[in-house]
């Protein structure tokens, strides 16, 4: 077995747990499988790094539900490496920490799903402490549920969208994503795909566009933009521009979708939003249409 993959279980294993977390920790043997070697990518993109868990020991209960797991193509796997679990009178946490196998970059694989243990272990000891700090201040009510989707699924393109949602008093809901090029074996970031730093403010003036188009369509919709008659506009802090490394995933129909998490560009019952770019507003600026087109 890969050095790598038992090195991490090995210091997996060795996390110190509370008897009351109820941890469930799911391993079965997966057998990679090999990929046609693919093109080279094109001038100028750097190779990133992702992952591989390579084994998850299968329960009854998983067994059967392993069968309903995302499967990208014929090659890549998206599944439940880990999740915590706890379930309390007043504290409640469901943490998925999701895992990438049978990709052929097993240093990409690697590293990506490093990042998500990472992530989700660390998210644990946050909550775990706060309850700790709730009680030792007489007690409250908190809640953090925390999963992954995959938001796009084809021969070219793997997107997979991880949330983290906190219950308070209120909620709040945070998105990151990480979107692979199969063919190329690579993790495409938001700046590799355009020529110049100039999607920046392209991007962002028709994402204004069309915040202000929704708004006057529906009046239950509203988006902290200028020019669109808010009241307390001054009181706002207006959304202005994207930042160069903007959430963003490219769907099906190989469109680039720019996210906002809850309360980023709106008020919190607008939850996380989407904006889909149209090509035509960009296609001066892709690097290529390899991937939005």
Do not use: C
Not at 14 to 25: A, F, R, T
Not at 57 to 65: D, E, G, Q, Y
Not at 92 to 115: F, M, R, T, Y
Not at 268 to 279: A, D, N
């Amino acid at each position: 077995m890969d050095k790598k993959l038992e090195e991490l279980k090995t210091e997996y294993k060795n996390i110190q747990i509370p008897d009351e977390l109820d941890l469930i920790v799911e391993r079965a043997l997966l057998k990679g499988k090999k990929k046609k070697n693919g093109y080279k990518w094109m001038a100028g993109a750097a190779a990133a790094a992702v992952l591989f868990i390579g084994g998850l020991n299968i329960s009854p209960a998983m067994a059967s539900s392993l069968a309903e797991m995302p499967v990208v193509g014929s090659i890549v796997k998206v599944l439940t490496f880990t999740e915590y679990k706890v379930d309390k009178e007043k504290y409640q946490a469901d943490i998925k920490v999701p895992a990438v196998s049978d990709l052929e970059n097993g240093d990409l694989a690697q590293s990506l799903n490093d990042k998500y243990l990472k992530e989700g272990k660390e998210l644990y000891d946050e909550f775990m402490l706060e309850v700790k700090e709730l009680e030792d201040n007489g007690g409250g009510h908190l809640g953090v549920d925390s999963g992954y989707e995959v938001k796009t699924d084809n021969e070219q393109i793997l997107s997979i969208g991880r949330y983290v949602v906190n219950t308070v008093a209120s909620s709040s809901t945070i998105m990151k994503y990480d979107t692979i090029d199969k063919k190329n074996q690579i993790l495409l970031s938001l700046p590799m795909l355009f020529t110049d730093e100039s999607y920046v403010n392209t991007i962002s003036e028709n994402i204004k566009e069309q915040m202000r188009e929704q708004m006057k369509v529906d009046e239950n919709t509203i988006y902290w933009v200028s020019g669109a008659g808010l009241e307390d506009e001054d009181l706002t802090e207006l959304f202005e521009t994207i930042n160069m490394e903007q959430n963003f995933y490219i769907n099906n129909e190989g469109k680039l979708v720019i996210s906002f998490d809850k309360y980023e560009v709106a008020p919190g019952y607008m939850g996380v939003v989407e904006f889909i770019i149209p090509t035509e507003v960009i296609s001066d600026i892709l690097v290529s249409e390899e991937y939005i087109h």
